[in-house]
């Protein structure tokens, strides 16, 4: 059963190409730095947006025009999406996914059922697997649409969800494991609050570390040795969710204990809702050794919700691909779209469209980057704006061998500073500009 | 030399009052819990905006009407506005200031004959107090408004701007022990970035700790046992200041092995540019032990900078004082109005209704937080939300007796959820006016 | 059939009642300038957050608990939930609705079977108002919903939308005059733009202003006598709506000959999300004669979404019924409750509840609002600050007798100007405060 | 007295210079459309950020080191300025300049003597553009830094500062007029309110208009025929600018009607604090005949005030190019640098390089706008999306030949409705993309 045949595997055309069903930037083979682009950018398709969205939004209902979606039994339903999912990722190349549970078998009366249900729906993933060698990235668990997560899922008041959400992310990772997936990720989704006046921050704050503990505990148990990630949001669904931004999540990593265990997964959208940019939330993340995988989409900084556009901004995309590309790429991560078409790119053609875009976006992204960390040139400059560290009165400072009296005492004793550089901030972007458009 | 003999000392009127130079619901001795309403708001006047503010913003010029300031002798000027400060105080009976080491006196060509002036300032500071059994808050120091920390100051990638910003808080916590004070602030005002096109990050942290490292050693020198504080602000000066938000500074005490010796000042008006509510910050700091003290003023949720303005906000200072009565009270913290007369508010006596506009806003918002804690309102309706974790499988999560197998075989084995109850947050917001305007 | 009998109609029982389904502020009958309170406030039901919100966002599911919803045929449940709106309007007093088409009855397969349906749910919500004497306020048509909406209604690129569009207001004109509505609202829904790269922006505003012609003169055939409104809104669902806000509406009606036919309905979340305040929005309409009615809500400012909440802020009733009362109290338009129950309020008593806490909020209100009026604090100060145009120069300058040479002249005849006052914005805000809480 | 001489005249020398000193994209005598780029572009010089920019923000002190602001003698200074500002503007090959009566002659005891210091200076001034053929793109008064436009200045509360600020705009299109400028911009400044608890909107914006008026006839009567414009802003200094954006702007016009007097000068940042784009602003202003000049500079979209910066996004250039394009070109109006270098960039030599960087990135913008003008693809795309409206019910539509009975007898005789085309927003953001980076 095939839903694109009449468009061909999606080729590397160059530039120029007028084709809507080409790549313009991304040459999958291409060598950068001795490896071909796609294993520098490991591109996965998001299961949910890409399969499962409606094109809903709060003041409208679907739009999306999905003739797969015609077929009524809903197990039916999800095995037919299945494998659109991987006709898709065929006809463009990529090599990765990322699923929640519920994306890929609908729910059940009971959770015995539900879980018979997904079983038998992961079976057809792993032979779609097997068939195309695609990999899994990550899996994750829907612990947020389901009314019984309305006040939380491990955040919750009521215990029972607390343990019916330990009893769904138990069989999450049993299916992630199964599927071989190289990470797990916790969303917070309703681990948040809606107003203080009702919640007591603390315990909740503790029983999800507890149940990040307990996840843990049972991937040790089951042997899975895939990479755990948090990501990071600020609000949306919540007013206030507990996993804000980087600096927030690591903060509670060390705090409990998790550090060890967890990684980040970083969204481009996300990060601008916490009124940060997203290289600020990346190099956060990767100095202190967290940086692990990254959803990349675009928000849209006059909106104030989660747009999770297609990533189309190359500057963008090239600040992203310049923090991976610095911290050696990546090793267990990928880069994830979690992004939707537009509710008005409606047609299943428009899934093509968009991915392409998002691909040719970041493959133009890591061309510019690659040439940038090649030349040195941001890291020349750092070197010189910082060298007074690397010496001297710097030198005693970044070692630890003066304090406030030695530090006084070399003032006093000096006449004047040495002066101050300036920043250079425009001649910085106006080079990025340069390595941009050539 | 006087100033305001033209108005007696505020005194409590009540709220019927027609006086604009009289409290209507500060009244300093009024018994709370035990307490002098006083002792529960340990009011601060901050020497900066109320003395030194000129009433410039980034498009005008000084505005604000100070016959003082016409002496033209900046060191005379100087310790007539220390006298200005302890007038203000008596007459609006605040038992609290802090300031900047620059506030108080002008800088000079050197940093040695700075501090010569400095301490010549101090002294009159230091006899001002024993006449008015008037008390240091917190000390700080600036290190922000000279140009010489165009690019920071401990994260300066200047080696010499870090030493000189060393010299300058070793003096700032000298005078801060000469007068008592019972804490020091660090503000981080330039330590942050314009661009990361040219920081390096990891360096600049490193080093911020380095910077507050060395300050902790310096104070065990000198004896100085007062309270170390950070108070985070998102932004502003620099696009993105280190200390953006609560759980940032925590993160950042704990992964350089500052937590013990380190506090938070958190002020309202920086919650909110960081997207968060004041009772957020004030709650995340206090479930950690890390709330210490408070900057009361308010910000427009409308406007994307900090306004500083007099706290008018009933209900917000209801909330705020609800938590500092949750947590016990102010121990060395206290409530500063980190807050500027609007520039249209120019005349002398403004600066008496302002604070009196602060006091009384938030003298309100002690009573009712105190009628609410003492109800227990909030509190007994949260025992009841969460009481599933005192029984049961509940207990037994927070006690880390059962794991993902457990909870899944609890779950498997019952045929429905204990039901989700209501987050009665309109009813909650409600009981809040109730109590609010009685 | 009712739903309510648990609960008995709502009464006052001022502010000390602990009764959470009493009024404590609300006394319909109180004489407020010689007219009952409930003739200030002209409180309206929203049928479709009340009736027809199901608790989904973006990221979850249907929450809320109505055992009235089981009914599974959609023309039977559409009568029932009509009953449940007029019991809960007259448990709450409310004596005004409102409605959009598609709220009150469910589409069906073609235009004309939807007609057929709604007029027999028309009819059942005709005898409901004719037994209780309930009015409807407004009415209005759903045309964002269904998917034909995509691009827009009356700005849709397919002229065939603006077809259906007007048969679709063709027929909601139709049953707001048969139901006596005192007026209609046009809210844009999805007449904005996503993107400028494709829209045609001047044919979309003049095809906008052409259908609202359409609509006056459909209405004066049909001899409908009730007020158009135009309901502004910034952003959401689309990007730009083209009603951002109450200037641009001004604008825009002005510009296509439409202000004679058409006033404003203006809702406090859209005021804010056009980062403008509720009463700016009130005072520009009500300036120009385009104040008609009001959408009683409030947003989270720290959000930046539309959130729809119930007013719980007494402070920004306050000054919304003090725009209300400065232009002599509605005429056509009233308080309508735009707001839901939070999606944890699922229960069916916390419609009542939040209903309550709204209408006690803007009783409260109106109560301060209406002493400040009394007072006249604001407008004595209001007069004496513009004091110097009614006089010498000021009056010559508001009379339109000099110009730039007088003025000039003036200036350099004079050695020094008139000084300036200050703003006095703390002193204003703390008389506020003393109204308020007393 | 030259300050550059260590730096020859800024050359193209194409986008592979690694000179700093250099044009990569600006090639000024590049002809598009047969107009030499640098007439597409007629970029102009802001005198108040480039020669009066001290570095100042509201943290911290001056930090722009200036060797010619070492003069003491104001005037002498200001002459200085003089042939810094035309040595930079022959450096840049830059053709027009922009200033406020302010920045180029210091405010002295009295308006005679300003006046009298502002003649010496423009008389400097016309030398040099005597000398240079440079041009003056438009004159403006600064009715803001001053404290006596603390409450406003044409909607000062004050009579006696609308006259001063009418004496003042009299003296500033004077010496407009004697210059030759080819407009005149009204930027509101503090035209504005802080509060509506002290504000009579209604006054101020009458008088506001009324000042207009006064402007245009003084105009008249000196012969003064260049363009009036207006500057939107929606905030800072205060909370609420009059002018808020194009819309607002336009709606008071024409209610003033001052429509036929005054087109807009758009900002950037000042789009985007109106939380609008850039190419909304000019498509609105443009389809309503009201665009006129452009401030060319960038804001931060995750900051929340004024950041004035050099524009350096390409993208962001290429929409504004486009629209210029779109609208033929223009007249009497320019791109002007209303940007600043930013604090740490202090040094003279920062000034050429932030210029060159903004010239640069409308260089480019211009060409890849002027690829997709010829290339017609946005408005190929266009006119195939609405074409509905070109022919049947459309066509009747659009020249008002139906209404809604009409309409909905059309919908009623049909079985479906031509089906809605999908937006193809990714698609079209790709294309931008191939144009820009090739």
């Known amino acids: ?192 609050y809606e107003t203080l006046l009702n919640t007591d921050m603390k315990l909740e704050l503790d029983n999800f570390a507890r149940f990040l503990h307990m996840a843990v505990d049972y991937a040790k148990e089951i042997g899975f040795l895939g990479q755990f990630y948090i990501e990071p949001k600020p609000k949306e669904p919540t007013k206030h969710q507990y996993d804000f931004d980087s600096a927030t999540v690591i903060s509670f990593l060390h705090q409990y204990g998790l550090d060890k265990d967890f990684k980040l997964n970083i969204e481009t959208n996300h990060a601008t809702l916490a009124t940060h940019t997203m290289n600020h939330e990346l190099r956060l993340a990767a100095d202190n050794g967290f940086l692990g995988s990254i959803d990349a989409n675009q928000g849209d900084l006059l909106l104030g919700w989660d747009t999770d556009q297609f990533p189309t901004s190359i500057v963008d995309a090239t600040l992203v691909m310049y923090e991976v590309l610095r911290m050696g790429g990546f090793t267990t991560g990928g880069l994830n779209f979690d992004a939707k078409v537009r509710r008005a790119s409606f047609t299943k053609d428009d899934l093509l469209i968009a991915h392409i875009a998002g691909m040719d976006t970041y493959a133009a992204g890591l061309r510019i980057a690659a040439k940038l960390w090649k030349d040195q040139v941001l890291e020349t400059n750092l070197k010189q704006r910082y060298r007074s560290y690397t010496q001297g009165i710097g030198k005693d400072i970044v070692e630890n061998k003066v304090g406030f009296k030695e530090l006084s005492a070399y003032v006093m004793n000096k006449n004047t500073l040495e002066p101050n550089e300036p920043g250079k901030q425009e001649w910085l972007e106006s080079i990025i500009n340069q390595y941009m458009i050539g």
């Open 1 to 192: 059963m095939h839903f694109y045949d009449h468009i061909p595997k999606i080729q590397y055309e160059g530039s120029k190409s007028l084709n809507p069903f080409a790549f313009k930037y991304y040459d999958p083979k291409e060598m950068i730095f001795g490896k071909p682009m796609k294993d520098h950018l490991k591109f996965s398709l998001a299961y949910w947006h890409t399969l499962t969205g409606e094109g809903i939004d709060p003041f409208g209902k679907a739009t999306m025009e999905r003739e797969w979606d015609t077929i009524t039994d809903p197990i039916e339903r999800a095995k037919v999406r299945v494998k659109v999912a991987f006709e898709l990722m065929e006809k463009l190349g990529m090599e990765y996914f990322c699923f929640h549970d519920r994306d890929i078998a609908p729910e059940q009366e009971t959770l015995a059922e539900t879980n018979r249900v997904l079983d038998e729906i992961v079976a057809v993933i792993e032979q779609e697997m097997k068939r195309t060698q695609i990999k899994l990235l990550w899996g994750t668990a829907n612990l947020f649409a389901n009314k019984r997560f309305v006040n939380g899922a491990s955040t919750s008041p009521n215990a029972d969800v607390f343990a019916y959400s330990a009893a769904q992310v138990k069989k999450a990772l049993e299916i992630t494991h199964r599927l071989n997936g190289a990470g797990y990720v916790f969303w917070g989704g309703r681990e948040g």
